[in-house]
Every structure is written in C-alpha cells, then in structure tokens.
C-alpha cells in the first residue's frame, strides 16, 4: 500500500527498485499498448495503476514534479526517465529498448565475453549484441604440426562443412562430365582436374567469408580480438595475440566455444608425416596416392572427394564404417565407394610412418597391424588422420575458474548449456552431450543469448537433428538408426519400410538400379510413428532438411503414405514405401 508514504517517496522508491517501472491507469488504452509490449518482448516490470490507490492523484503530482511529465504512462529503466507511450514505442522501433533495459549494473569490462569465433561463438556474439549488451569475441587460431593456420570463422568456414561441400562438389561434378556425354554432349573421354586450381578457388571463397565476418562484427559493435583467451579466474582472461601481446579482460559472463581438433594417433612419425583435414583442405599441392585412417564422417568424406577427383585412395578402419549410424547404410557406403575405387583395409591401425622421400607430396610407408596380429606394409604420398578431435578445453585456465570437465574434455553442461560454474556457459563441439554440427552450434548460441538477455525460455533441442553425410553417395538421416531403434523399442515393435531406388538422372547415365537406398524406421505400437528416417542418393542432405520437420512435429507413416509426391523426383520414394523388411521382399528398384 502507498496509502500512508508521502507521495515523492512512493515515486522514488517506485523507480529505484525496479528495473523497468511504469506508472498507469488500469483503463488507459496507451498504458495497456506498453505492458502488452513489455510483454511482448519478455521483459518483467512492475506497474502502479494510480486509479486503484488512494492517493494516486498526489502521486501523479509528484511525477509531474520529477519528470516534468503528468500524463500516463511514464516509463522509468534502470532509474531513467524515459517518457510516455510515444517515447518507449519508438525507442523500441529504434532497436534502444531492450539494450536499455538491459543495460548493465555490474562494474566488468563486458557482460559477455564469447571464447571462439566458429559457428556457434560468432551467433552468439552477434546475437548477444543485438540486445544491446557489451560484446567480445576472441579467436585464435593454433597452427597444425604442418604450420597452416587460417581466418575468423572457426572449423565449419575454413577446414570444414565448407570446403568439404566444395570438394564434394568438385568430385560430383567429374562423375557428371561422365554423365553428360551420354546426354549428347561431347566430352572428352578423358578430362583433367587441377588440384591447385580448385583450391585456390576454394580458399578464396573462404577468405571472402572470413572477411566477411570481421564486417559483420564490427556492423553489430562486437570487440573482436583475435588472440588465444585463458581463464585467470572466474571473471577475468588474459588474452595473447600472435604478438605476444597480452591484455587482461573480465566479463560478467563467458561463453566457452572454443570447438576442437584432430587428434593424432599415439604412434611413431604421426605429428611429423601425416596430415588432418585441418590441411587437407588448403594443401598446396595435389596429394597424391592417399591413405585416410579413421572410418567416420570426416574419412569417408575425404576419401569419398579423393577417390572422385581421381586419387587412389584407400582407407583403414579398425572397426566398422560409421559408428553410430544406422549400419545397414554404412555398408552400402563402403559399398558403393568401393565399387567407385576406394580401396578399404578392414580391422587395421596404423602402427608407424616413415618419410622415405622428401618432396611434395614425396613418400611415406605406413606399417599397420591387423587385429588378427598381422603386419600390412605399403607406401603412400598422403596420409591423413581423421580418428576423432579432442575438444579445445585444456590449458585455457578452465580449472582456474572452476568449470568441470567430463572425462573426454567437454564442457559438462546442465540444461540451458550452463557450466558448474553458474556464469560460464558451452556450447558447440566443446559441450558434453552436444553434436558435432554447426547449425547446432548455431542455435545453441543464439537461444543462450535470448534466454540470458531477452529472457525467453525456448531451450536447444537436441534430438531429431537432420545430418547428411557427404560421401560420393550422400547419406541423410533424422531420428534413430534402425539398431537404436531396436534397442529403444524393441525388435517387435519395430517395422521397417524400405526400398532401392534409382534416380531418374541415372537412367540415361547408364548408372547402377539399385545402388540407392530410403527406409523409414517406424513404431507400431504408437501409430507407426517414424522415428527414424534414412536416404542414400543424390542431393540427400537437401530431401532430409525438409523431412525432418515432420520427424519433429510426430509424422506417422500413414501421414508419408498420404502425402502427394512431387513427380520424377527421387524424394517421392517416402510417399511410396510398401515394403516392410520383415517381409523379405525384393526392393529392387521399380521403373517410373
Ligand atoms: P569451431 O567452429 O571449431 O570454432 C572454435 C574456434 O575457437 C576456432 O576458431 C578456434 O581456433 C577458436 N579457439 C579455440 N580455443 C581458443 C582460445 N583459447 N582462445 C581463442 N580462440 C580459441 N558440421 C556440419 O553441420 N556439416 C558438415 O558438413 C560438417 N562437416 C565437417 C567437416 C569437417 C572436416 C569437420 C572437421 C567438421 C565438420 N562439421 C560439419 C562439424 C562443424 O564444423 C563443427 O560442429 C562446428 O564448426 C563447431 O562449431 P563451434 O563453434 O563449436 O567450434
Ligand atoms: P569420430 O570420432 O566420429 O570417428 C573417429 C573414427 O576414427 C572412427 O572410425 C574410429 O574407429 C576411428 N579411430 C579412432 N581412434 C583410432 C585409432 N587410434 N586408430 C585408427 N582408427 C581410429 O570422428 P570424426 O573425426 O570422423 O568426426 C568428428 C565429428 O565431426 C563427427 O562426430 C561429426 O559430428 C562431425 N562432422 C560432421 C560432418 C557432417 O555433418 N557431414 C562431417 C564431418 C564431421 P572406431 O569406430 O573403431 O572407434
């Protein structure tokens, strides 16, 4: 009650115990207009309706007194006078009402310092800054045992999604220069590619990104600061940059985003001989005869470009291809590779490489050792190492600010992406129990950012995540792998619809029927839900994107079976799957 306070106290005290004050009348139509606003955009405030109190005229006085304003609303933030509807409406078209509200109230250099400036580190930043808050982000780039090093932007821009899609796509585009002389045209049977040319291309394109993102920072008044960040305590960095030049920053809060790197096998001659896709992707030189070692996305897909661009490539796993994916779809991966030149060596690890001839790419032998204790030895020109990354989370000072780490490294994380220490968050490769994909790194950023700043509650979700594996078949999937749908429901309660298909491009080619793959993976007992879609073809990635929402939405099969395809097209297979596995029958691809 404001009954018995003197009125100019009742103001004063009103204002400066809360953030965002509006003095109103219940009835006023403009009053309604601006607490539907705040509303709108999350923000908490507290409003006194001087036509419920009694002594709300006198209050009215004594605004009119401090603020030079009677009329209703008057809007005070952070203790500041900011006037009636007009005013706070075109503060707000303005883009100043939220970074005025937000406005800080601790005494740190910023309110959020952001540790990595890949994909999830820059969304986060740009996106923090567009609610007003004061921003740096720190980017350091280490250089491989080979000495390359690259721009802003992290993995995904410079030694990732990007140049790997553009290398896919190089390779794709020599099977299809096969292709067009079936169609009429008159390639030569014989065409060569220049390794040299397509990476400078490809490197040029990337160092427009990284420019561009430096722009985009600085448009949006983020700090950039490319130097490597270690944690001093819990609110304070100190930052090095190539220079040696070392700053101290503190922040009210941090955002560790720091991804990772490739991880070397623990054997002789690996740091000093081999190389990752950290230098793949800008190497000077055309590779060579190339061994990959590691059977998951990023070997594959290496070896898939390689062998395309016309390589010879072989790869060596030391247990099954892609682990974690649906298996019955990994094999058709290798098989189809193989059949287009990749050679595989199964159940091997390397056990040491030599340099035997200097040069560009010069000369290595590799020793490996089978898991039946048998020795394989053969000489490559390349050998690169794709057997996993380790998160960038040691010798940055995490344990000076407290922040618990799992035992692979990661950022242990509760829900919300926050660290064991309450104003430290993760996010990206570096968070346990994340996935390594930038569009996820991406939204984790961005929704951290309105949580902390716009106060709004939507949280990542982490499950039913679209990927696409881009071997020289793509391989796109959503949901469960038909053995983790097993093991989540059940044999029984599983059926599998499922077919080969064969794009209609591939007719005319002379490409093989039966090489592609779509297969549904769905629950009886709730409805046939699909809980699992797969696609091995063409242009996968893009037919999964946009069935994926309605894996996230709860499609059943009978909503696949009732939707129109779009004829000739590859994706239309899903409006036509008829076939469960457990019938055994032939899925042989049918004609149009
Ligand atoms: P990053 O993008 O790795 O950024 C981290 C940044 O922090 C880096 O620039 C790093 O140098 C910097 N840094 C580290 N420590 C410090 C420090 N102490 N101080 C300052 N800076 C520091 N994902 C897909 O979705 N699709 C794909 O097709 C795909 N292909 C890939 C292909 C390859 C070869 C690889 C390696 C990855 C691929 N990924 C793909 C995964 C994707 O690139 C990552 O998931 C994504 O980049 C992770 O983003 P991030 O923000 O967590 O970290
Ligand atoms: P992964 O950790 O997924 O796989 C590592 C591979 O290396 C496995 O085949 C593993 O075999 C093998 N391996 C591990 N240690 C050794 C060893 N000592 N000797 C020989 N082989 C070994 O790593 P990746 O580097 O391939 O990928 C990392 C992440 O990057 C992926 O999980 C993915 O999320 C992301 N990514 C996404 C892409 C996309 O979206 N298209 C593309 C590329 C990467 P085993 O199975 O026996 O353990």
New binding site residues.
């Given amino acids: 009650t404001t009954d018995n306070i003197n009125p100019g106290e009742v103001v004063d005290k009103s204002i400066a115990q809360n953030k965002v004050m509006i003095f109103s009348k219940s009835s006023c139509p403009f009053c309604l207009k601006i607490k539907g606003l705040l509303k709108s955009l999350n923000v908490e405030y507290v409003a006194l309706e001087l036509d419920q109190i009694k002594n709300g005229a006198e209050i009215q006085n004594a605004l009119l007194e401090k603020s030079g304003q009677r009329t209703v609303p008057n809007v005070y933030i952070n203790g500041e006078h900011v006037g009636g509807a007009d005013k706070t409406f075109s503060l707000h078209t303005q883009g100043e009402l939220l970074p005025l509200i937000n406005k800080s109230t601790h005494n740190y250099d910023y309110d959020m310092v952001v540790i990595g400036g890949g994909s999830g580190g820059l969304a986060a930043s740009k996106e923090t800054a567009n609610l007003g808050m004061k921003v740096a982000v720190c980017d350091f780039v280490t250089p491989t045992p080979k000495g390359t090093t690259w721009g802003l932007g992290g993995t995904c821009v410079n030694v990732?999604?990007i140049p790997?899609?553009l290398m896919h796509q190089s390779a794709i585009l020599g099977g299809e220069l096969k292709d067009s002389r079936e169609y009429g045209w008159d390639t030569p049977e014989t065409v060569t590619h220049d390794w040299g040319r397509m990476v400078e291309a490809i490197q040029n394109h990337i160092g427009s990104l990284n420019w561009g993102y430096r722009v985009a920072l600085r448009e949006k008044k983020v700090d950039y600061l490319n130097a490597y960040a270690t944690f001093t305590d819990p609110h304070t960095i100190k930052t090095v940059d190539r220079r040696g030049k070392e700053k101290i920053i503190t922040s009210d809060k941090f955002l560790v985003a720091t991804g990772?790197r490739?991880?070397y096998?623990?054997?002789p001659g690996a740091k000093e001989h081999t190389i990752t896709?950290d230098d793949i992707f800008s190497l000077p030189y055309a590779p060579g005869k190339t061994l990959l070692?590691?059977?998951?996305?990023?070997?594959?897909?290496c070896a898939g470009f390689l062998a395309g661009l016309g390589y010879d490539t072989t790869v060596?796993?030391?247990?099954?291809?892609?682990?974690?994916f649906d298996q019955q779809i990994a094999e058709k991966i290798g098989a189809y590779m193989e059949q287009h030149g990749v050679k595989f060596i199964r159940g091997?690890?390397?056990t040491s490489i030599e340099k035997i001839e200097e040069g560009t790419p010069g000369k290595l032998r590799v020793t490996a050792k089978t898991t039946d204790g048998e020795e394989v030895v053969d000489e490559y020109n390349t050998v690169v190492?794709?057997?996993?990354?380790d998160p960038c989370t040691s010798g940055i000072g995490l344990e000076n600010a407290g922040v618990d780490l799992a035992k692979n490294g990661k950022v242990v994380v509760e829900k919300g992406e926050q660290s064991s220490v309450p104003h430290i968050y993760a996010i990206g490769?570096v968070m346990e129990g994340g996935?390594?994909?930038?569009p996820v790194a991406i939204q984790a950023g961005r929704l951290l950012a309105r949580r902390l700043y716009r106060k709004d509650s939507l949280q990542t979700d982490y499950v039913n995540v679209p990927?696409?594996?881009?071997t020289p078949l793509e391989y796109g999937c959503c949901g469960l792998s038909e053995e983790a749908a097993i093991d989540k429901y059940g044999e029984d309660d599983i059926e599998v619809y499922h077919s080969s298909y064969q794009p209609l491009e591939f007719t005319v080619a002379h490409r093989p029927e039966n090489d592609c793959y779509a297969k549904l993976v769905c629950v009886k007992s709730e409805n046939e839900k699909v809980v699992g879609f797969h696609i091995l073809g063409p242009n996968a990635?893009e037919i999964t994107q946009g069935f994926s929402i309605g894996l996230k939405l709860g499609a059943t099969k009978a909503d696949f079976d009732n939707l129109i395809g779009i004829h000739p097209t590859t994706a239309e297979i899903f409006t036509t799957l008829n076939i469960t596995k457990r019938s055994g029958k032939d899925v042989s691809a049918q004609g149009c």
């Fill in positions: 990732g999604c790997k899609k990772g490739p991880r096998p623990d054997i896709s070692v590691g059977a998951s996305y990023i070997s594959l897909e060596m796993v030391r247990s099954i291809l892609l682990r974690g091997a690890v390397p190492v794709a057997i996993g990354r490769d996935l390594e994909l930038t990927t696409t594996v881009f990635g």
